[in-house]
């Protein structure tokens, strides 16, 4: 049974700092790409990042371009998405989900397994 297990979401001030996790199980964590989505209260989910299976493209929303980075620890079969200078309309539930195949993804339809999310919050 695959699992993705996401942490790190929180509570944070403007210009502060988070880092996500998703840790997964029950795959073979090398054979799948990897993103992370966000929803919003009254929103559509939206991309936020993605990386391909060996760690080496990664593609971010151009709203979170250069202060988000996204990497993958293949051993830990984990992926982070580390969030720097957080504005408050980053605060939404964090997904992570994970697509077979070598590329990057960045539709939701295009995923085959997902997290249950964690939430972020920023405060002005």
């Known amino acids: 049974q695959v699992q993705l297990v996401e942490s790190g979401g929180g509570l944070v001030q403007t210009g502060g700092s988070l880092r996500l996790s998703c840790a997964a199980s029950?795959?073979?964590?090398?054979?799948?790409?990897m993103g992370w989505f966000r929803q919003a209260p009254g929103k559509e989910r939206e991309f936020v990042s993605t990386i391909s299976w060996g760690g080496g493209i990664t593609y971010y929303a151009d709203s979170v371009k250069g202060r988000f980075t996204i990497s993958r620890d293949n051993a830990k079969n984990t992926v982070y998405l580390q969030m720097n200078s957080l504005k408050v309309e980053d605060a939404a539930v964090y997904y992570c989900?994970?697509?077979?195949?070598?590329?990057?993804?960045?539709?939701?339809?295009?995923?085959?397994?997902w997290g249950q999310g964690t939430q972020v919050t920023v405060s002005s």
């Open positions: 989900a994970a697509r077979n195949g070598d590329g990057t993804y960045r539709l939701s339809i295009q995923y085959d397994y």
């Open positions: 029950g795959l073979t964590f090398t054979n799948y790409a």
